[in-house]
């Protein structure tokens, strides 16, 4: 059974960091791509970052490029999404995802496994 479990979220001013954990057990690491994506109040889910298990290969949204950071720890089953320069639109619920394979794929429906998300409030 695949689970996913994020945390780190919270409340933060504008221009501050955070960082998201996603603890990941029932996957074959080896063979998943993991996903961050987010969900704004009245807005559909968006693509963030991904990273894949094996070389940590990451690909960002252009809306986050050079602010924030996919990782991985293969040893702690984890992903993290260090989040830098915060800014009011960044205002969201976000979401680890999994999906088995190396094909870079930004839709939700490519995701099978989803956490619960974490809210994150920038405010200005």
């Known amino acids: 059974q695949v689970q996913l479990v994020e945390s780190g979220g919270g409340l933060v001013q504008a221009g501050g960091s955070l960082r998201l954990s996603c603890a990941a057990s029932g996957l074959t690491f080896s063979t998943y791509t993991m996903g961050w994506f987010r969900q704004a109040p009245g807005k559909e889910r968006e693509f963030v970052a991904l990273i894949r298990w094996t070389e940590g290969y990451t690909y960002y949204a252009d809306s986050v490029k050079g602010r924030f950071a996919a990782s991985r720890n293969n040893a702690e089953n984890a992903v993290y999404l260090q989040m830098n320069t915060l800014k009011p639109e960044d205002t969201a619920v976000y979401y680890c995802?999994?999906?088995?394979?190396?094909?870079?794929?930004?839709?939700?429906?490519?995701?099978?496994?989803w956490g619960q998300g974490t809210q994150v409030t920038v405010s200005s």
């Open positions: 995802a999994a999906r088995r394979g190396f094909t870079v794929k930004t839709t939700p429906p490519d995701y099978a496994y």
